[in-house]
T-cell receptor, first 114, second 109 residues
């Protein structure tokens, strides 16, 4: 595997379900990010981790819970989501956060909340 | 507030040249990024400008004017595979990327 991978690629869940999104980067980077991309809207930064420590939480509702066990893996745990949470969730990594290093993106998980 | 403006959609002809404009207002500035995103795929890095002027990279060039809060992406010798969304993002004083909504570029034969 190379680059940034995300699983699953597609997910349909009910509002009462609990699910997790997984991201893995094979680039040796130290920073990882979660973004939300809704149709025709700008990417919204959700969370940033640098060396496994969370450095940013952009006022994300608590129904989204990130986890970063090591610099290569990032999870987004989902519970009691709302239909407006349906979107493409993108994971990215970079050498370090807090720098102008370019970010490398995974293909995303297309989430539909019913 | 912080804001990035770029056109929603543009159409161009194969073989031609197209310029995608982006204006930005951010709290501080640490550079301007352009990314390309094909439908259903990951955004991929195209260019980074932090100094005024034009950066050329093959068929793609990117320009920055810091005094005007303005950038453009220039695509030459358009190919059908260039049909994609082009995302402009400004990096603010906290090194966070502030993104535009993207410009969908449609290439016609």
């Amino acid at each position: 595997e190379t680059g940034v991978t995300q699983t699953p690629r597609h997910l349909v869940m009910g509002m009462t379900n609990k699910k997790s999104l997984k991201c893995e980067q094979h680039l040796g980077h130290n920073a990882m990010y979660w973004y939300k991309q809704s149709a025709k809207k700008p990417l919204e930064l959700m969370f940033v981790y640098n060396f496994k420590e969370q450095t940013e939480n952009n006022s994300v509702p608590s129904r989204f819970s990130p986890e970063c066990p090591n610099s290569s893996h990032l999870f987004l745990h989902l519970h009691t989501l709302q239909p407006e949470d349906s979107a493409l969730y993108l994971c990215a990594s970079s050498q370090l956060s807090g720098t102008s290093d370019e970010q490398y993106f995974g293909p995303g998980t297309r989430l539909t909340v019913t | 507030g912080q804001n990035i403006d770029q056109p929603t959609e543009m159409t161009a002809t194969e073989g031609a040249i197209v310029q995608i404009n982006c204006t930005y207002q951010t709290s501080g500035f640490n550079g301007l990024f352009w990314y390309q995103q094909h439908a259903g795929e990951a955004p991929t890095f195209l260019s980074y400008n932090v100094l005024d002027g034009l950066e050329e990279k093959g068929r793609f060039s990117s320009f920055l004017s810091r005094s005007k809060g303005y950038s453009y992406l220039l695509l030459k010798e358009l190919q059908m595979k260039d049909s994609a969304s082009y995302l402009c993002a400004s990096m603010d004083s906290n090194y966070q990327l502030i993104w535009g909504a993207g410009t969908k570029l449609i290439i016609k034969p």
